[in-house]
């Protein structure tokens, strides 16, 4: 009778797990013993297996030990899916995600090396990818377009563009934008005082400088130029020392020199010295002629 009724029961959770039936279950083993380099629970047929479950004690082939794993055979994909909740990784005490790594060293590492190899996609409407290039000590990291003339923005909370890159296959068409709708970029400083503010040197092959309201001075060679007699440029030399209209070597100390300004007003120290220059030559050709008179007469 006994074993009537335990043939029975047997036959009716077997029925009941076949129809799909839940069953609690406090604690799962599925492989018993002790000192087993993992125990599994898989999903198949005992001819061909899907899925599983891992805990892993020591079989390096599946982590690191002591780790849990679930795990596909096959070209099998694992989907993690919610509902309308989110999926979240919440390590209880710190951990860190791994991507293609057993031992991440970062909230999130992902490992894979190669020339060329792709590491992140963000794959919008005209996606970027972040991949490796070179390999060895000449490897780097690279923020690639993967479609042509591409906008990277940065912008702030409010979606104002604060730098902007524009990538294309043509170099020359290739622009990197910064602080378009104002603001101030500095480079060796942490506190600009200007579009551009360098606390350094500049090395360049060219400069170009817009006049942007100045004057050139082409109006030293106009009708009615006030030009100052060498006279009064010797009296203002001797008092101030330095040029009539050029700044002191102490306030160039004090407020620095403005390129733009400062090459504007040598320009017309030039053009002054140019009309000095056809005054003296008038000078002295008239003087030039006073002698050949005045040796003529000797002469004669």
Known sequence: MKRFILTFFLVTITVSLSNGQTVDVKYLNPKFGTGDPYKHFRFGTSGEYYAGFMWNNTNGA????????????GNRDINLRTGTGNFIVFPSSGGNVGIGTTNPQSKLDIYRRGEEVSLLRFSTERPWEFIQTGTGGGS??????????KYFRIQSPEGV?????????????????????????????????AELTVKGKIHTQEVKVDLNGSVAPDYVFKEGYELR?????????????????IPSAEEMKEEGVNLKEM???????????????????????????????LEYNLKN
């Open 161 to 193: 563009n604060n730098t902007v890159f524009f990538t294309s296959n043509t170099a020359s068409a290739s622009r990197v934008y910064l602080v378009p709708h104002g603001g101030r970029v500095g480079i060796g400083t942490g506190s600009p005082d």
């Open 62 to 73: 599946y982590g690191n030990g002591d780790d849990f794993t679930i795990f596909t055979y």
């Open 263 to 293: 090459n504007l007003k040598l320009l017309e120290k030039v053009e002054e010295l140019t009309l000095y220059v056809i005054q003296l030559k008038k000078e002295n050709g008239k003087l030039k002629e006073s002698v050949e008179v």
């Open 229 to 245: 007699s060498l006279e009064e440029v010797q009296a203002h030399i001797k008092e101030k020392g330095h040029l009539p209209g």
């Open 140 to 149: 780097g990291l690279a923020l690639r377009s993967k479609v042509n003339s």
